[in-house]
């Protein structure tokens, strides 16, 4: 190193200060250097942290599985709680599964002799009639893990998700077998619709479903349990031998069966000794299971809500009106003129049912609006009633018509109301079947005529002409009724502007002539 402007006496110290100055500033950055690996080996070790964290974190987790789908959870439950004892009035359906409660006991014992007992039962029925409540009772009576899987589950945009969700299912269920495997919506899965943009890979998934149902041996002790409100929009490939070939249809319960779902709800909540369960499956007719739970349910709550001790008749009834027509509308204002009219109206149909040898007794007569009425008198059939005779079919159209014929003779030909027009609805179309259907008039045979629009101007001509003949005959039948029974005709439709609602009973008090007591 020469440097110019220093003297030659200097150039010595000059030297040693810049080479100390140089190895000074070499440390300097070579520590800046170790501290900035350390902070990055510290963040790396934070980031493994955290990796491992959102892993176990269980929501993220979860996420993390749909978004992948190849790990989806599967997990049994235990159902030793849930036994046949819990689901009532689907006795043949119980009857049927029986079988499949020995097999997965035992299924080593049951297929030495030889039986040969199907993988996949297709429980078929409407919703809520206990189809899911039912497969839970078979493993619980076996004391076998249950798998549930709904449907909609394996219906996946991205490929293969699907297929592996099943698979993943099949594995699980198989390491733990005997057990029972459930695939509610099955339809969803397994269903007869072509691929389209939404479902992509809907194939891939019956396929999946369908080999894994082919993988194993029918001593395996898993049994597949699927349920759908729709059987035929199934893939015929699942409904083939050594897939779901057994059926087992779950209904809406009878009256029988009604009456001893009521009976079980209710002896779930407090309820006063004068329920009569049947009454009330007398008049829930189509009801399912879980709408008859939940009957009792809101009556409970109606009975809270008016601090009530114990459920009575009124909540029950109440609920059940509720269900099946809307809450009530207390608060419409329904003016003194309309009140009048509606209570003519519904005291026309209840006279009517009461003086008519074949309609159905009568339950209750009400000129509270609920839903879009302003007043309905409900009728009780005595059984659920599978076939109906000419003369019952003809007291409904009598019963229908009253309401109209009671406001004609009331207040004049002037002053009739539109209020009639969902009876005439009825009666229409009780008189149309009875023509077209049922065999039930003379002129026309006993011949059914399903297309009445392709059918010849003059055959076309003579159906509605019985139809017509059939309506206005119903009708002077009403109108002779209420002639005859003017007096109870007023008396009852007095009542109900006094009382709002009567009963059965009550019906009976005053069309005898005797007084109500007062409430
Ligand atoms: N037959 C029955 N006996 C007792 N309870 C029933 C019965 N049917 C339905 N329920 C009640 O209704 C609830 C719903 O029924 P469940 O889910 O089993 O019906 P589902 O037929 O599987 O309906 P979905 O077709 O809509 O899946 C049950 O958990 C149970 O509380």
Redesign the pocket.
């Given at each position: 190193m020469k440097t110019k402007n220093i003297p030659e006496a200097h150039q010595d110290a000059f030297k040693t200060g810049f080479a100390e100055g140089f190895l000074k500033a070499q440390a300097l950055t070579q520590k800046t250097n170790d501290s900035l690996r350390r902070t990055r080996l510290i963040l790396f070790v934070l980031l493994l942290f955290g990796i491992y964290g959102l892993l176990k974190n269980p929501f993220l987790s979860v996420r993390f599985r749909t978004t992948t789908g190849l790990d989806s959870a599967v997990d049994p439950v235990q159902m030793k709680n849930v036994t046949f004892e819990?689901?009532?009035?689907?006795e043949e359906a119980k009857q049927e599964l029986q079988e499949v409660v020995e097999f997965l006991k035992n299924p080593q014992k049951f297929t030495v002799l030889g039986g040969k007992l199907p993988k996949g039962i297709l429980?078929v029925?409407?919703?809520?009639?206990?189809?899911?409540?039912?497969a839970?009772a078979v493993a619980g009576e076996a004391d076998v893990p249950f798998y549930y899987a709904s449907g909609s589950e394996f219906d996946e945009m991205f490929v293969g998700v699907g297929a592996s969700r099943i698979r993943n299912l099949f594995r699980e269920a198989k390491a733990n077998a005997p057990c029972v495997i459930f695939i509610?919506?099955l339809d969803s899965v397994g269903g007869k619709r072509i691929e389209s943009p939404m479902h992509p890979y809907s194939r891939q998934t019956i396929n999946q479903l369908l080999a894994e149902m082919d993988g194993f041996k029918p001593n395996e002790g898993v049994i597949i349990i699927g349920?759908?409100?729709f059987p035929e929009a199934l893939d015929n490939a699942l409904i083939r031998p050594g897939r779901f070939d057994m059926q087992v249809t779950?209904p809406r319960?009878d009256v029988r069966?009604r009456t001893?779902?009521l009976k079980?709800?209710l002896n779930k909540i407090k309820f006063d000794q004068s329920v009569d369960p049947e009454i009330i499956a007398r008049g829930t007719v189509g009801f399912?299971?879980?709408e008859?739970?939940n009957l009792v349910n809101q009556a409970a709550l109606k009975a809270a809500v008016d601090g009530k001790e114990m459920v009575t008749m009124k909540e029950l009834e109440f609920s059940k009106d509720k269900i099946l027509m809307g809450p009530e509308r207390r608060s419409v204002e329904i003016d003194n003129k309309n009140k009048t009219i509606t209570a003519y109206h519904e005291s026309g149909h209840a006279i009517i049912a009461y003086y008519t040898k074949d309609a159905m007794p009568i339950n209750k007569a009400t000129i509270m609006p609920r839903g879009p009425t302003l007043g309905h008198v409900s009728l009780l059939p005595e059984n659920d009633r599978w076939n109906e005779t000419r003369s019952q079919l003809l007291a409904q159209m009598d019963v229908s018509m009253g309401g109209r014929v009671a406001e004609e003779l009331i207040f004049g030909t002037d002053h009739i109301t539109t209020g009639a027009s969902s009876d005439f609805d009825n009666a229409t179309k009780i008189a149309k079947w009875m023509v077209t259907k049922f065999g039930m008039s003379e002129k026309l045979g006993v011949m059914t005529y399903s297309d009445t629009g392709k059918l010849s101007p003059e055959t076309q001509s003579a159906i509605e002409q019985e139809i017509r003949i059939l309506l206005k005959d119903s009708y002077e039948r009403a109108k002779h009724i209420l002639k005859t029974h003017a007096k109870e005709h007023k008396n009852l439709a007095e009542a109900l502007l006094t009382y709002e609602t009567l009963d059965a009973k009550e019906i009976q008090i005053v069309l005898e002539g005797k007084k109500l007591e007062l409430r």
């Open positions: 819990h689901v009532k009035g689907v429980l029925g409407p919703p809520g009639t206990g189809k899911t409540l039912l839970r509610d919506e349920a759908t409100n779950v319960p069966g001893e779902i079980w709800y399912s299971g879980a008859l739970e």
